[in-house]
Nanobody, 123 residues
Framework: QLQASGGGLVRPGGSLRLSCAAS????????VGWFRQAPGKEREGISC????????YYEDSVKGRFTISRDNDKNTALLQMNSLKTDDTAVYYC??????????????????WGQGTLVTVSS
């Protein structure tokens, strides 16, 4: 089970940190990533880190602004989001078993989705 939290309302240029708490499985056996779905759009992968937290991938629109990390001792993944833009408004989800597919971050069929947390970037 994955539990995402940390969403909210923030002004453009602001920051938020999302958390994803894992329970009920061996967290460090899986990659973990973040996905988002904006209104009227398909869900997209934005970041993924592999089991050791060293290898990280980012979707182009968030590179340099978002940072993914994980703490396997605490069974937690984080997404630090800086310099937020109105286009970042979306429901954000964490998921296991993500991978980079030629620059596109995807979730494998056996991964687990967490419930979403809403991020609204607005002045």
């Amino acid at each position: 089970q994955l539990q995402a939290s940390g969403g909210g309302l923030v002004r453009p240029g602001g920051s938020l940190r999302l958390s994803c708490a894992a329970s009920g499985f061996q967290f460090d056996d899986y990659s973990v990533g973040w996905f988002r779905q904006a209104p009227g759009k398909e869900r997209e992968g934005i970041s993924c880190t592999y089991k050791n937290g060293i290898i990280k991938y980012y979707e182009d629109s968030v590179k340099g602004r978002f940072t993914i990390s994980r703490d396997n001792d605490k069974n937690t993944a984080l997404l630090q989001m800086n310099s937020l833009k109105t286009d970042d408004t979306a429901v954000y989800y964490c998921a296991t078993n993500c991978y980079d597919n030629g620059g596109v971050i995807e979730k494998g069929s056996h991964g687990t989705w967490g419930q979403g947390t809403l991020v609204t970037v607005s002045s």
